[in-house]
């Protein structure tokens, strides 16, 4: 088989995708070895196979399928990459394998899903899966439900999700194919293993039959919790730890931590629908439950029964039932109707689940009261209830309500209350059960074991058992210190038979630690979920990490009670927790202590302790102190020791050396032993004696200090403090307050008791002496940094003058934050989790303080009368209600959590019409909250969530004050309780503009300061995504804000992930902000910030105690918060507020607005302006033209802006006064500089806004606006910038209108301005603009303009004038005879200028002007030339006069501006050095010439009298500019990192004279290439390099060689340097697939050349060059982008043949590279863009007709095109003929013909009978093509016959003959009469001479932008004819400059957009083409840089239209047109030159 020969040489990923299933066979095998064998996750191997690895999967043959699964699957289980085929191929797998008969097949389709899972794309997969589940091929549903099943139980119900799933089961049960069926069952029984009972509601209402079996399996279902038993790639340690087990055999010791990770974490409720039941109650409901008769409440009450029987309910609001509800089981008499309405609160609490936590506070007091009942089914439903209700909320809540009734008299309530304490308890994990929770109730429980009631102490018993189980011994010993040892044996028996909901094994102490870090803030929610989320939490901060390390090797300490206090490494910081270590150190008597000391001391030394020589004294404390430094911790006997310093003289010693010894040696003892509160006991007394000593008081305190590191900063304190007070001694008292001072900042304050302190502090305060007083105010300084504002609570009764002093130094301490502990932190904190645990005592001491103020309980004062006043319907009453609630707040200072009725009393206020009262509820609030402390969190829901609503109304001020209350709340509760739930997400999801920003705002402000959130986060995350999209800016801007918040907390991932449910625009969107988002994600804030803060303004007090101002700087200095300006003002307002209700609240928006001012004014929106140009062009939005601006105008610009625009400075823009105006400008002038991205990105709208001013009277805005564009304009240029087309149309027209302004500094101003814009925008196409100003009826305004256009004619020369310096000068000229005299000297003096700068030409130009205006004219230029030596010398004077001028405007822009001016247009003018030229031949059209001259026949990019200068200077390596096509993306600089420019850099060096320099560039760049990793980096800036390149190989060609100086060993080693690195970039397929056509097309003419050039022969290593050449060449065929090459051959081709310069060997050689392709077709053709080359050779082909080349002296070329299309014929087949889009008019194009003919040429060769298909499409077309003929010929021959149209008709029949050769007109000539006959055959003979005559010319000025450049042969006499002058005179050179832009444009050079251009006689190409002519359009953009250094020298006059074409002056109509007859031209010219001199 000679074909196999042929696929078995393509490498694998072409062989995957051969037609032959063999191939393909032998193509998958091997990928699957290469797979196997690639080690490289990353490597770029794999990217190749990305497309293909779908159709491994879905091949058409079995047999390859099989392979192509096996090689799917190895890649995707090692490609890195393989993610991102996820959807393809598992929908292939789904749809193509699964439906296989093979069962290997299906099996290896099962485990690609399966690998997919493992690479993290389980959700993709159960999408496809699921979709599946809809097909109609049962086979496929039954591989896909078998698949899920597998998935489920190898990963496990944490990585499938379930919901989804179940969902479908009822359906898949309901299937008619029992396959299915039966499948759906064994599913069912998997999901049961997961998640057990949980399945049972979803399954309810499937076939009672199909029930059965299923309950009969799941019996069957082992009853051991189920294990993933496959993992993820980012779970590989729980991989190995299961591996591990499996080893052990079975459950180890991890044990423990894995059966919390198999806990069922889907919960039936989840799975369920929740159902509405408020509408169903029955209507008369409320009427019948508050009925006499108690059957009638009876049956209200079974009706709502039956209604919460639903197990889940839609949330709404329930609070009247609840109420009714309530009222029934605390009030009815009758108990079975209690009974009743208990299971209905159960029922509801059940369905409602957390959504019901806001009416438990309501419920469970009345609930506990009601235990008094005795009856068993009551207690019964009451405990159900009351269990029921608990789960919607967190004990926390509800502790209040409990404790208040543990004291009732009744004791079947106490016992009741005890059990439900119990039972909640096992709900409880250790950090939902934290200290400060634990306290309360052990206290009131300890009172319950104690009682006389047995049943009550039972109950008790169990109760603190169950603690002892949850919290753990370390954390409820503390409490139980008084216990007896009996009861505390009971306690501890019961916690043995405690069963907990969690399963946890035992509260040791390392679980503790766990829960630790999370106390207080993440309150688990019990209930299934809770837990997880618990650990989620936990693990979060970083110390716990270790904690939970340590905690899965800890064994379950079952059998070690009280192991703390025995053993105890770490001791609690607990303030009252029993001490760890030497805890019971019993007192030694004073013979113990000596025989120790004698142990360890020197004999000598214990002799001389009470010596009467205090030297011997001395003498013997240094041999202690020597002795002490050298022992051993553990042998140091510490009490001994002490004992023998105390021992007589003890601390009464007199000698003071002696004793700072003694002191020194305490210390030591201290800080080297185990030194115990009973060996502190016997010195602390001495040590307080001497604190107040002069010499010694350092080393006492100094003592004391590490005295307090050994037992604890708290203990030591309380004793020290309480010695100090007990004596007189007042310079003691004062030092130990200094002491304690230092000691607390050092220490810490955790654990203090402030009580004792304060205490201490008042007796300290009420001193005689000032020291101890000042002592005293200074410690409370420091504590007041600790507890915050609440500790001057306690010092208000005070007097005065003391009272002013302590509030001095607390003003002191504003601002500061708590010091870092450090000491007391290294012994203790051993155990890891004890950070934690530091940090929650922090975080208590603020509660602490508040929970020692003495509380008022105002429940009594809450009267019935009072909340019906407030609801009164007469406003003043309510108003007085209101009043007598904030008195009573007010009188009762600090309240306890009882207002019984007020809060639904108030929460009706928050909804009130009359906004005063809202805002005096609002205070209310406030004051509430700072009056109840943190117990106010119980009514967060019921009363915080509507006062978030508030923030949705209308009025700024009441939104202001209800933000200040959430905010004063907030502080009080912290953020959990507020997010927790749906409460949050409902708020959000109202589409209430003011609601949305407010409260987004005030989450952005809130959320990153948390350390951890509860999960209930996520659900407002849907709403955050539609305020994104929000119509309203402010919510937008809002939502942006609080995106990377929201991303902090919940991660990338998981917001990503909710994007699913957006539309797919909407998605993109968002995505691509999350995106942006992501990178601006703050850290989370690290936990010991936390605890400062928190304690710092969480003091609990209330402000109104402090100034504003320094609450303010408080907040804001310890609050993680990036915009603190805006705390300090939101705090401010707080504050005053508190101070004086409703007063200030009025300066609270002035505030808000100046604080909303901090962001960017301009916002940018990707793709923002694009968009908007899009929209304007498509006219979906009104145009910007207009005489006066409408209103439709401004609001649709106000909306355009209301995206990118700050919303307060929009509204200082489209303000109606004009101040605002100002101010907008003044803001923005000052935004400028920083926000340039910004500017650039709305640069369309401000400018349009900017013409708006230009409409108003105001002089004072119109003067800001001017000033503002100059530094606009200024900054652009910088920039480099170009306005687009829509933003100068959009702009400089009105701009234009105030030139005629009366006041000459406008006028004056705008002229600059306009002066400015030329450096942005084309000063060819500003002329077109300021032509239409002169137009206008203003005569000031045509004289400006017309001034204007002498200024631009005379820096940018005539080529300025557009649209031809002939109709311009017309225009101008008829100014001249204008009424004004100004408007007519400015005409005369720019046509002056034009004649300085063009000389006498300027009057052909001009054309007829009357005599009158002739003479004023010749007059004027008679009178110019005058002056001193012309125009040339007036010129160069002139020119840096106006850059002078420029210079003086910019004073911001870089020096030398005006020379960039023109390069950066391409408008380039001519200074003095070749001043005689202006008056000769212009110096454009001369250069153009030598430069075809240069020009070997094909399109050059040389730059011009390359050899006339040195090289050096021109390619200095500047270090280039950006490209600039900033005027297509504002953000390109975003995408230039630095090494871009450093590569622009480089190969711009490549290009340069200097060999050397060149040599390095090369070199540095082979470098790059050659090594992988940083090859990419060159991607993007492959064009640019090959220009440069093939610039370097003309440099050499051209001028190097030629350079006898030169050693040629230089030029073979830049030669062999330049094809190295040429090699190695052809080498990397992906870069080398960059180069674009003309690019490719320009390197080959190079290359080509190179090979062709004899004098490299010559050289001594000159055929070695030309091999590596001839092997770069074949790279470049086989690597570059197929389509791209092949293009650009036929395009040099075609050149080639035109150019008579060019050799027949370069053309022989070019179609040997065809060959070489045509070669290559087969294997490339599915790469291959066909249309494109089609289009190409269609175009070779117009330019060469057959008969064409068939006149070539060679047959190649057509042989060549010939070979060509039959092997694209063969391969491609009739579908060929589908390829001719891009062809205008195909029945014109030869090409089509000549394919039929292959086409039927093939089809008779192979002659097969299965071409049906294609013949009758062939045949078919003859018909059609036939009929067509037909129709046509008819309608022509029908023309001839009439006498008007017989002249077209014969036209049309020539021009159809000539087209159409081989058409027959005989049938049609037949039937008609002789005469005809000869007529029309005469008349076509005449038609042809006259076209051979003249044919030619037409064609040549007719050229077509053909591929916009490809050229057309001009034959010589139509050059010599275009110069001749009809006359026979000589033409000026005008003439040639008006024909070259004719040219120019029609060969697509200007940039004239092509639906403009002039329709041309035949326009071949699409205006779509890429343009091949050459790389000349690139240039521009890459090379530009050069040109501007090379403009100084140079002195070309391109066409100012060209500013994207290149623009090196290079690109002259046609080559050809030159080639033609070049000599002919020279010596005209040199005529004419001569002449003119």
Known sequence: ???????????????????????????????????????????????????????????????????????????????????????????????????????????????????????????????????????????????????????????????????????????????????????????????????????????????????????????????????????????????????????????????????????????????????????????????????????????????????????????????????????????????????????????????????????????????????????????????????????????????????????????????????????????????????????????????????????????????????????GEKAVNPFLTDVDKLKLDRIKECAEKVELVYGKKAGGAAEKKEGKPVTGKTTAVPGPAGDKETKDAATKPGPVKKASAVKAGVPPKKGKPAAAAGTGAAGPKGKKGPETKEIFESELSIEVCEEKAAAVLPASCIQQLDSGNWKERLACMEEFQKAVELMERSEMPCQALVRMLAKKPGWKETNFQVMQMKLHIVALIAQKGNFSKTSAQVVLDGLVDKVGDVKCGTNAKEAMTAIAEACQLPWTAEQVVAMAFSQKNPKNQSETLNWLSNAIKE?????????????????????????????????????????????RMFFEDEKPALLSQIDAEFEKMQGQTAPAPTRGISRHSVGGGDDGEEEEEQEEIGNDVVDLLPRTDIGDKITAELVSKIGDKNWKIRKEGLDEVTSIINEAKFIQPNIGELPAALKGRLNDSNKILVQQTLSILQQLATAMGPNIKQYVKNLGIPVITVLGDSKNNVRAAALATVNAWAEQTGMKEWLEGEDLSEELKK???????????????????????????????????????????????????????????????????????????????????????????????????????????????????????????????????????????????????????????????????????????????????????????????????????????????????????AKWLQDEMFHADFQHHNKALTVMIEHLESEKDGVISCLDLILKWLTLRFFDTNTSVLMKALEYLKLLFNLLSQEEYHLTENEASSFIPYLILKVGEPKDVIRKDVRAILNRMCLIYPASKMFLFIMEGTKSKNSKQRAECLEELGCLVESYGMNVCQPTPGKALKEMATHIGDRDNTVRNAALNTIVTVYNVHGDQVFKLIGNLSEKDMSMLEERIKRSAKRPSSAPVRQAEEKPQRTQNISAHASMMRKGQAE???????????????????????????????????????????????????????????????????????????????????????????????????????????????????????????????????????????????????????????????????????????????????????????????????????????????????????????????????????????????????????????????????????????????????????????????EKLKQ?????????????????????????????????????????????????????????????????????????????????????????????????????????????????????????????QSYVERGLRLIETEREGKGRIATSTGISSQMEGTCIPLSTHTVSSSIGNTNGEEVGPSVYLERLKILRQRCGLDNAKQEDRPPLTSLLSKPALPTVASSTDMLHSKLSQLRESREQYQHLDLDSNQTHSSGIGTTLASPSSAAANIDDLKKRLERIKSSRK
């Open 991 to 1205: 589409e209430n503009p003011f609601l949305r920003q407010e409260l987004l705002g005030w989450l952005a402000e809130k959320l990153p300061a948390l350390r951890s959130v509860p999960s209930d986060l996520l659900l407002c995350v849907p709403h955050l995504y539609s305020c994104l999209e929000d119509r309203n800016g402010d919510v937008r801007k809002k939502a942006q804000d609080a995106l990377p918040f929201f991303m902090m907390h919940l991660g990338f991932e998981k917001m990503a992930k909710a994007t699913g449910k957006l539309k797919p625009t909407s998605k993109d969107q968002v995505l691509a902000m999350l995106e942006k988002a992501k990178a601006n994600m703050p850290a989370k804030p690290a936990p010991p910030a936390k605890a400062s803060s928190r304690v710092v303004g969480g003091g609990a007090a209330s402000a109104k105690f402090q100034p504003a101002s320094a609450f303010a700087d408080d907040l804001g200095s310890n609050t993680v918060e990036s915009k603190p300006d805006l705390k300090k003002a939101k705090a401010g307002g707080l504050s005053s507020k508190t101070k004086v209700q409703g007063k200030k609240v009025l300066s609270k928006p002035s505030l808000k607005e100046e604080d909303d001012k901090s962001g960017p004014i301009f916002i940018i929106v990707p793709n923002g302006k694009e968009q908007r140009m899009r929209e304007e062009k498509a006219l979906k939005v009104l145009k910007w033209n207009f005489t006066t601006p409408r209103d439709e105008y401004i609001e649709q610009l106000k909306t355009q802006m209301s995206t990118c625009v």
């Open 1752 to 1876: 070539c002296k060679s047959e190649f070329p057509i042989r060549t095109l010939k070979t060509l299309l039959h092997t694209l014929c063969k391969l491609k087949g009739p579908k060929i003929l589908d390829h001719l889009t891009m062809i205008d008019n195909k029945n014109e194009s030869e090409l089509e013909a000549h394919l039929c003919r292959l086409m039927k040429h093939t089809m008779e060769q192979t002659g097969k009978a299965d071409t049906d298909t294609e013949k009758g499409a062939s045949h078919i077309e003859e018909k059609a093509s036939k009929a067509k003929v037909n129709d046509i010929l008819a309608e022509i021959f029908k023309k001839i016959g009439s006498k008007e149209n017989t002249k077209e008709g014969l036209a049309e029949l020539y021009e159809y003959k000539k087209k159409y050769s081989d058409v027959d007109i005989e049938p049609f000539l037949k039937n008609s009469s002789q005469f005809f």
């Open 747 to 791: 220490f810490g304050f955790s654990g203090l008791n402030v009580k004792a302190f304060i205490s201490n502090v008042k007796t300290a305060l009420a001193a005689t002496n000032p020291a101890v007083r000042t002592s005293a105010i200074t410690l409370l300084g420091v504590m007041y940094l600790y507890v915050g504002p609440s500790l």
């Open 1 to 471: 088989m000679g074909d196999d020969s042929e696929w078995m040489k393509l490498p694998v990923d072409q062989k995957c995708e051969h037609k032959l299933w063999k191939a393909r066979l032998n193509g998958y095998e091997e990928a699957l070895k290469l797979f196997q064998k690639i080690d490289d996750e990353k490597s770029p191997e794999w990217s190749k196979y990305l497309g293909l690895i779908k159709k491994f999967v879905t091949d058409s043959n079995a047999v390859a399928q099989l392979k192509g699964l096996e090689a799917a699957l190895a890649y995707v289980e090692n490609a890195h990459v393989a993610g991102k085929t996820t959807g393809e191929v598992a929908s292939g797998v789904v749809n193509k394998v699964f439906n296989q008969p093979k069962a290997r097949a299906k099996e290896l389709g099962e485990d690609i899903c399966l690998m997919y899972i493992e690479i993290e794309k389980g959700e993709a997969i159960q999408e496809e899966l699921l979709k599946g589940l809809d097909n109609k091929n049962p086979k496929i549903i039954v591989a896909c439900i078998e698949t899920l099943r597998k998935a489920l139980s190898e990963f496990g119900s944490k990585i499938i999700s379930l919901k989804p799933i179940i969902k479908v089961l009822p359906k898949l049960f309901e299937s008619r194919e029992k396959a299915v069926r039966d499948e759906a069952k064994l599913l069912a029984v998997e999901i049961y293993r997961w998640i057990r009972d949980a399945l049972r509601p979803p399954l309810q209402n499937i076939n009672s039959v199909q029930l059965k079996e299923l309950e009969e399996e799941w019996i069957k279902v082992s009853s051991a919790a189920p294990k993933q038993t496959r993992f993820l790639r980012s779970q590989q340690e729980l991989k190995a730890k299961f591996e591990q087990q499996q080893g052990l055999g079975g459950d180890a010791d991890g044990g423990d931590d894995d059966e919390e990770e198999a806990v069922p974490q889907v919960d039936a409720y989840e799975l369920l629908e929740a159902v509405e039941i408020l509408s169903k109650l029955p209507k008369d409901f409320y009427e019948k439950i508050e009925a006499k008769k108690w059957q009638e409440r009876k049956e209200a009450l079974e009706a709502v029964e039956l209604l919460v029987k639903n197990p889940k309910l839609e949330s709404g609001d329930y609070a009247d039932l609840v109420k009714a509800l309530k009222k029934v089981v605390g009030k009815d008499t009758n108990v079975m109707l209690v009974a009743l309405a208990a299971k209905c609160l159960a029922g509801l609490a059940t369905g409602l689940r957390k959504k019901f936590g806001q009416y438990a506070g309501h419920v469970v007091p009345t609930i506990l009261e009601k235990f008094k009942e005795k009856k068993p089914q009551v207690v019964q439903a009451l405990q159900e209830a009351i269990d029921a209700i608990f789960l919607t909320t967190t004990l926390q809540n509800i502790s209040e309500d409990i404790l208040a009734v543990m004291d009732n008299k009744n004791p079947t309530i106490k016992q009741q209350t005890s059990l439900f304490i119990a039972r909640s308890f096992r709900h409880c994990t250790p950090s939902t059960l934290p200290k400060s929770l634990l306290k309360p109730f052990c206290a009131a429980l300890l009172k319950h074991i104690n009682d006389s009631a047995p049943e009550v102490r039972d109950a008790g018993f169990e109760a603190l058992g169950t603690a002892l189980k949850v919290a």
């Open 1460 to 1746: 960039d001016m023109s390069s950066k247009l391409n408008q380039n003018r001519n200074m003095g050095s070749h001043s005689e030229t202006t008056h000769t031949v212009p110096r454009e059209f001369q250069l153009d010439l030598d430069e075809i001259e240069n020009d070997n026949g094909t399109v050059r990019c040389e730059m011009p009298a390359l050899v006339q200068h040195k090289l050096d200077d021109i390619f200095e390596p500047v270090l280039i500019p950006e490209p600039k096509i900033r005027a297509v993306s504002p953000h390109f600089d975003d995408m230039h990192s630095n090494t871009a420019s450093t590569i622009n850099f480089v190969i711009s060096q490549v290009a340069s004279g200097d060999i050397n320099t060149s040599i390095q560039a090369l070199t540095q760049i082979d470098e790059v290439l050659k090594q992988e990793d940083k090859a990419e980096a060159m991607s993007g800036h492959i064009d640019q390099f090959l220009i440069a390149t093939f610039m370097q190989l003309r440099l050499i060609y051209n001028t190097h060689m030629a350079d006898e100086k030169l050693d040629k060993d230089e030029i073979v080693r830049l030669y062999s340097c330049i094809i190295g690195s040429m090699i190695t970039l052809f080498q990397i397929e992906s870069l080398a697939r960059e180069a674009s056509t003309g690019v490719l097309k320009d390197l080959m003419h190079g290359l080509i050349t190179l090979m062709l050039d004899s004098r490299v022969e010559d050289l001594e290593e000159g055929e070695q060059v030309i091999r590596s050449v001839n092997l770069l060449v074949v790279k470049v065929l086989e690597k570059s982008d197929q389509t791209n090459i092949l293009s650009a051959l036929l395009v040099l081709l075609q050149d080639s043949l035109l150019a008579t310069a060019s050799s027949p060997k370069f053309s022989e050689l070019v179609m040997k590279c065809l060959w070489r392709m045509v070669r290559l077709l087969p294997e490339t053709i599915n790469g291959i863009n066909l249309d494109r080359i089609l289009l190409d050779i269609h175009i070779f082909m117009k330019v060469f007709p057959k």
